[in-house]
């Protein structure tokens, strides 16, 4: 059974979690189904974003499901591959994702906000990272935290496995932003349509600039930006339509990538 529902509108996919009785907590069955959409979504030219949200409002993601622990020999590896596999999916889609968070975002779900492009949180949202209170030594969320919101906050989050609101989130840097929970949905439909608005393929290749420069050294991904810059101006249509737009003083006219 997939506990997640899946709609297409106005060029914005929304993912919906849809299991708030168990905090909506994420199997592997529904992982791996929302691995397989954003697969679809990659190729589909009717979708420009993608939003991650959760059924009702006391959570976005208490993380895996624990109950399938045992059911698997107490094996980590079963998860953290499923993990693995949703956060490269994601890092490679070539949309924008969105995560809109109206409650508790713990362990895995904590880990999914780490990897989303865009947080929206309510400003009375809990998130955290409590995973050392099940014995485990998490390893997707240090590498993101350290570049995030470094050293200090680092080793609170995860040595305490206290939570922190989604304003402090938001004055930290860990999510994009947070607003009062009544204005959460108007802030992430505006994001959406700002999204859904600018060039697809100009879109792509800035995001796959900015995680590929997280891996370099600041002079070798100038250069790299440079390259992926000056080749999109070459041989795509996008640089020409956009300055040829705000002279004419019309909207641009993107092309699908």
Known sequence: MVNADFTVDDYAAYITV????????????????????????????????VVFQSDGDRAFCAGGDVREIPETDYSLKHFTDSWDELFATMRNLGLPTVAKVDGVALGGGFDWLLHTDFVVAASDAEVGQPEIDLGIVNHFSPPVLLDQVGVRKTMELLLTGETISGAEAAEIGLVTRSVPREELDEAVDSLVSTLVNKNPRVVEKIKDGIYTSLEMSPSAAKSHLEDVSLESARTDPDYREGVDAQLAGRDPEWTVK
Do not use: C, P
């Open 18 to 49: 849809q299991r708030a009785e168990k905090l909506n907590a994420i199997d592997t069955s529904t992982k791996t189904e929302i691995i397989d959409r954003l697969r679809q979504y990659k190729d589909d030219e009717a979708v420009r974003v």
